[in-house]
């Protein structure tokens, strides 16, 4: 096999890494193999939160079993997974600060360029925030902004979203008084219990791993989400194109990288400019073409088509190819290699965000007030380094795949216009045609084979009859591969693929970014509501999965499920097996408090088969484990029971 190709199944790829070699540049691809996975720091089994360590222990083994300190490694691999629960929770909801702040700073009139899409979403979200939605568009939107912005700095009560979920959900929440109080307070309380001598029962610390976790699925995500949504549209399906292959090698390419829409939302409308593209014929480009990498990526092309030249494990290699005149990068996932690569091809590196910077990169900060400024500028910068491209090599893959399935598009494209709900998705589920439901979501992750688990786990999915939603980097390997086009219902099994056939949908549907898992909460409340597969959201043939994680937002997003109910399960490696009496309270125990829990599972064919044995499981309890076919009453039949 040849190098390149242990990495990956991806063509494009394969070809970039195979060119970085050449070139004599180092990617992530050669830094992996160098570095040697430690043992206590993977399994979670360090302690460094003090400096009478760092304290290596070991559970029922040769060596120290406890910390200088007496904590034991229950204690501290909870430690260690609380900060990464409170790590990921605040990434996503730093990102959906910024977008509140922004929000506000529209209807202040300091920030141009912007303007409210989705009217109509406004008023829903009103409605669930207890705001009176008549009356003026601008003085409601501001009253929403004020209200979601107080959730981080809320001190007692509840947050409001956690109201969407089921009764009987927030009825055990309750219970367990993990409903978050505020965004910010359960962050630091998490910080604060896992440092140096404070909460050392490994139970009680993961109650505040819910709230945590809550506080991002049912809290900072939502928010993101659900002003996006208002800002700049709900999303519904549209067909888009992924993979390396959508670099123009006569184009000026720019490239949008990490998490936050706010400027490149606005370059892709700037990138109109009849000016800029009389800039760009003179140097001799034929026009410019935008395309994202990882969740920028995402946010784009559900909103506005924009290409996907790739995930999280494809940010070098489009620099390799020696088209790209500008990448721009603000938080989560850029690593700090990018500047590196830039530096061995003619690629101009910018960072914009007032909270990352990457030692020796170019900064254009971004703030809102200055959006079209900006964004004028980075595409000046693009176009006047054109002319310095050196070789150009853009492999020729290019997929195409349909993506922006929000909830609300789910609900329409299931109900048709005048029958909007889930009715038509809980009759199938009931009838067997769908067995149940899957969410795969998470990063990618160069110590496995990059997609392979992600395409692995989808197709033994919809062979047998789980349609599965995505997001994120593992929404990009599935479309890579072909998965989110309706011709992959070829795939599925007879139930399943009826389904996609009537409606016209693919098996696999993109749902968003990141932060749009949340989508998925609401979808699966839902389903509750609609009636027919019990009255809780650890009642339905649901689970979910992220076979290739990588980042501690994963983890976060994998904690509010397990704390609503699912059945989730990882691979890769699990952060918590350096005890085994955590990870049984995680694996096992947890479910006897929220419903859900966790599993490991690295094969991905063994995940699959366990991810159907949890949805049959609940399909048993359910009652529905039998397919039932709809009958089609006749008018005798009907007479019958006219007259009992």
Known sequence: MKREDQFTDCQASQQMIAKASRDGTVTMFDQIRERKVCKFGADGSCCRICYMG????????????????????ATITARNFGRMIAAGTAAHSDHAREIVLTFLKILDGEATGYTIRDPAKLRELADVLGISSNGDTKELARKVAESLLAEFGKQEGELIFPS??????????????????????????????????????????????MRVALADGWGGSMIATELQDVLFGTPYPLRGKVNLGVLREDHVNIVVHGHEPLLPMVIVDMARDEELLSRTRSVGAKGINIAGICCTANELLLRKGIPVAG?????????????????????QCAMQGLANVAACYHTELVTTSSRARIRGVTHVEFHPEHAEETARELILR??????????????????????????????????GRFRTGYGPLNENIINGRIRGIAAMVGCSNPRVRDGYLHTTVVRELIANNVLVLTSGCAAISCAKEGLLVPEASELAGSGLREVCEAVGMPPVLHCGSCVDNSRLLVAATEMVRQGGLGDDLANLPLVGCAPEWMSEKAIAIGQYFVSSGATVGFGVRFPTLGSEEFSSFLFEGISALTGGKWFFEPDPMAMARRLIEYIDAARRALGIEQARERVLFDMEMRRQIATG
């Open 54 to 73: 760092p304290c290596h222990v070991r559970e029922g083994g040769p060596g120290a079993d406890t910390g200088v300190c007496g904590a034991t490694p």
């Open 164 to 209: 969407r979920a089921p009764a009987k959900r927030l009825e055990i929440w309750r219970r367990l008084g993990v409903v978050p109080r505020g965004i910010d307070r359960e962050v630091v309380e998490m910080l604060h219990r896992t440092s140096v001598g404070v909460d050392q029962d490994f139970e009680h610390l993961m109650l505040q791993g």
């Open 311 to 331: 995930s999280v494990l494809q940010q070098e290699l489009a620099i390799v190819t020696g088209a790209v005149d500008l990448m721009m990068v603000d938080v």
């Open 382 to 415: 693009a176009i006047n380094n054109y002319s310095r491209r050196g070789i150009v090599e853009i492999p020729r893959e290019e997929m195409d795949m349909v993506a922006g399935f929000s909830h609300e598009s789910i609900r329409y494209m299931l109900g």
